[in-house]
């Protein structure tokens, strides 16, 4: 079976979309972690982490209040995920979710861990560390059945963005509602590949491993911290070797304290600042890179095909469509992980505005993470406006973007053109734009694009982000 983007003659690479390009037949080995979520300040990612946090406050609601019933028909109701083709299964894509034996035993194992009955727990992500048989497959099970409502919107997003037909009353599976923390479902609209519906996963929220490890908690931090203990008491444990030197080796305590996610959650009830430490020093795993997903990808070949297909595409309104399109996912290819989500013809001001390309700001460092952080931009979004003129782009053009920048949205924005008669009466203009407090514009053409395209080809991404910085010092000084 081919992958999505074929099935659906999408005519793209895994590097021009923003979500993951599986195969429907097999399971992509990646997770969705609970913890990143947490890590991440875009809306859909809040939208993510609050959906998980209501719904485990739910489950230890139960626990603490004895409602067995509540608890057991919570995890119920979490299914097999098929939907993403993502997790660990062999052959075609069967979730493991959580039956209705599973979800009694997963409950029995929640309700009675000393994690639980201690408030150790205290978000998702800890069962890694504390709940026997909670590993990362079923962690990343339970997540997507928790944020499934925000990934049919995800997916219903892309589809309109890649036109990708959507198949009418479709079962959406059970959604968590947290506002009235419980479970619901409906029928919405989702792609169907020959007979199963999918969910599209964003590339930029999957990790190869979860970033909670139950084993490096164990070796990292409690055996390192019970070395320094036994050290410090003069214990029996401790070794004195030839040159003085005093020792605790990791293999004598494991033989006192073999490992087990019950004796991590005794020592952890005991010892609180070792979870703390662990999680103050904790690094969330890095997203998966477009490399990663197609080991024969070429980036330099890659490049240097857009700046063809940049070159044969015509000027003017016939052409305007395929303009558009291939700036969606060259601009993908580009900017990606920095600039994720994109929404074509995003609507604003209840719909009475649209925005060809709407970015939402995943900048972790870099030109997109200093104007995000700083007031004057406030870059959370970045806005794209594309057009195909035989004529140069003018105030009109210049104004109709500033008009989509807001104290929410942001205030930047990129106006992409094919060529500009004079590039420094137009960078004037976007000067007066920027110095009237209007908003940031950016203005790129083909020869900008190509310049972007030719330093990714020759190995060189970062002086795309220097180029950024010089354009935008163009507009304040």
Same mark, same amino acid.
């Given at each position: 079976?081919?992958?999505?983007?074929?099935?659906?003659?999408?005519?793209? @690479?895994?590097?021009?979309?923003?979500?993951?390009?599986?195969?429907?037949?097999?399971?992509?080995?990646?997770?969705?972690?609970?913890?990143?979520?947490?890590?991440?300040?875009?809306?859909?990612?809040?939208?993510?982490?609050?959906?998980?946090?209501?719904?485990?406050?739910?489950?230890?609601?139960?626990?603490?209040?004895?409602?067995?019933?509540?608890?057991?028909?919570?995890?119920?109701?979490?299914?097999?995920?098929?939907?993403?083709?993502?997790?660990?299964?062999?052959?075609?894509? @069967?979730?493991?979710?959580?039956?209705?034996?599973?979800?009694?035993?997963?409950?029995?194992?929640?309700?009675?861990?000393?994690?639980?009955?201690?408030?150790?727990?205290?978000?998702?992500?800890?069962?890694?560390?504390?709940?026997?048989?909670?590993?990362?497959?079923?962690?990343?099970?339970?997540?997507?059945?928790?944020? &499934?409502?925000?990934?049919?919107?995800?997916?219903?997003?892309?589809?309109?963005?890649?036109?990708?037909?959507?198949?009418?009353?479709?079962?959406?599976?059970?959604?968590?509602?947290?506002?009235?923390?419980?479970?619901?479902?409906?029928?919405?609209?989702?792609?169907?590949?020959?007979?199963?519906?999918?969910?599209?996963?964003?590339?930029?929220?999957?990790?190869?491993?979860?970033?909670?490890?139950?084993?490096?908690?164990?070796?990292?931090?409690?055996?390192?911290?019970?070395?320094?203990?036994?050290?410090?008491?003069?214990?029996?444990?401790?070794?004195?070797? &030839?040159?003085?030197?005093?020792?605790?080796?990791?293999?004598?305590?494991?033989?006192?304290?073999?490992?087990?996610?019950?004796?991590?959650?005794?020592?952890?009830?005991?010892?609180?600042?070792?979870?703390?430490?662990?999680?103050?020093?904790?690094?969330?795993p890095e997203g998966v890179r477009d490399q990663d997903?197609?080991?024969?990808?070429?980036?330099?070949?890659?490049?240097?095909?857009?700046?063809?297909?940049?070159?044969?595409?015509?000027?003017?309104? @016939?052409?305007?469509?395929?303009?558009?399109?291939?700036?969606?996912?060259?601009?993908?290819?580009?900017?990606?992980?920095?600039?994720?989500?994109?929404?074509?013809?995003?609507?604003?001001?209840?719909? &009475?505005?649209?925005?060809?390309?709407?970015?939402?700001?995943?900048?972790?460092?870099?030109?997109?993470?200093?104007?995000?952080?700083?007031?004057?931009?406030?870059?959370?979004?970045?806005?794209?406006?594309?057009?195909?003129?035989?004529?140069?782009?003018?105030?009109?053009?210049?104004?109709?973007?500033?008009?989509?920048?807001?104290?929410?949205?942001?205030?930047?924005?990129?106006?992409?053109g094919r060529s500009f008669d004079n590039r420094d009466?137009?960078?004037?203009?976007?000067?007066?734009?920027?110095?009237?407090?209007?908003?940031?514009?950016?203005?790129?053409?083909?020869?900008?694009?190509?310049?972007?395209?030719?330093?990714?080809?020759?190995?060189?991404?970062?002086?795309?982000?220097?180029?950024?910085? &010089?354009?935008?010092?163009?507009?304040?000084?």
């Amino acid at each position: 079976m081919p992958k999505v983007s074929s099935f659906f003659g999408l005519n793209r @690479a895994q590097t021009q979309l923003d979500f993951v390009d599986v195969n429907t037949d097999d399971d992509l080995p990646l997770f969705l972690d609970p913890y990143a979520f947490t890590q991440s300040n875009d809306a859909w990612s809040i939208q993510c982490n609050e959906a998980i946090l209501s719904f485990f406050e739910a489950v230890l609601e139960a626990i603490r209040r004895g409602d067995n019933i509540r608890g057991r028909s919570l995890l119920n109701n979490l299914g097999e995920p098929n939907e993403t083709c993502l997790g660990v299964s062999i052959g075609r894509p @069967a979730g493991r979710g959580v039956g209705r034996q599973q979800a009694d035993q997963l409950f029995e194992k929640i309700e009675n861990s000393r994690a639980a009955q201690s408030g150790l727990l205290s978000e998702l992500a800890d069962c890694e560390l504390f709940i026997p048989f909670f590993g990362p497959d079923k962690i990343s099970d339970v997540t997507t059945n928790i944020i &499934r409502r925000q990934l049919i919107d995800y997916t219903i997003a892309q589809c309109d963005l890649h036109r990708i037909p959507l198949d009418d009353d479709v079962a959406s599976g059970m959604l968590w509602d947290s506002a009235a923390s419980r479970w619901t479902n409906r029928y919405v609209k989702l792609p169907i590949v020959n007979g199963q519906k999918i969910l599209l996963v964003p590339k930029a929220s999957v990790r190869w491993n979860l970033a909670f490890s139950h084993s490096d908690y164990y070796n990292q931090f409690v055996l390192e911290f019970l070395q320094a203990e036994h050290l410090r008491q003069d214990s029996a444990l401790v070794e004195t070797l &030839r040159n003085g030197r005093r020792r605790v080796t990791k293999k004598s305590l494991k033989e006192i304290h073999p490992l087990s996610k019950d004796f991590l959650a005794a020592f952890t009830d005991q010892n609180p600042e070792v979870l703390a430490r662990y999680k103050r020093l904790l690094q969330t795993p890095e997203g998966v890179r477009d490399q990663d997903l197609d080991e024969e990808f070429n980036e330099a070949a890659f490049a240097q095909s857009l700046i063809d297909q940049l070159s044969a595409i015509d000027v003017g309104n @016939a052409s305007a469509t395929r303009f558009h399109y291939f700036m969606v996912g060259a601009l993908e290819f580009i900017f990606y992980p920095h600039l994720i989500y994109p929404v074509r013809e995003d609507e604003i001001n209840e719909g &009475r505005k649209r925005i060809d390309i709407t970015y939402t700001n995943n900048a972790h460092q870099g030109f997109f993470f200093r104007r995000r952080s700083e007031q004057r931009a406030n870059a959370g979004k970045i806005m794209v406006e594309c057009k195909n003129y035989q004529k140069e782009m003018a105030n009109p053009e210049l104004d109709q973007l500033a008009g989509r920048f807001s104290d929410i949205r942001g205030r930047l924005g990129f106006l992409i053109g094919r060529s500009f008669d004079n590039r420094d009466r137009f960078i004037a203009r976007c000067r007066d734009t920027a110095q009237a407090n209007n908003g940031f514009i950016i203005a790129l053409v083909d020869q900008d694009i190509i310049q972007f395209l030719e330093v990714i080809r020759d190995r060189n991404r970062p002086q795309i982000d220097r180029e950024l910085e &010089r354009r935008f010092g163009e507009l304040i000084n």
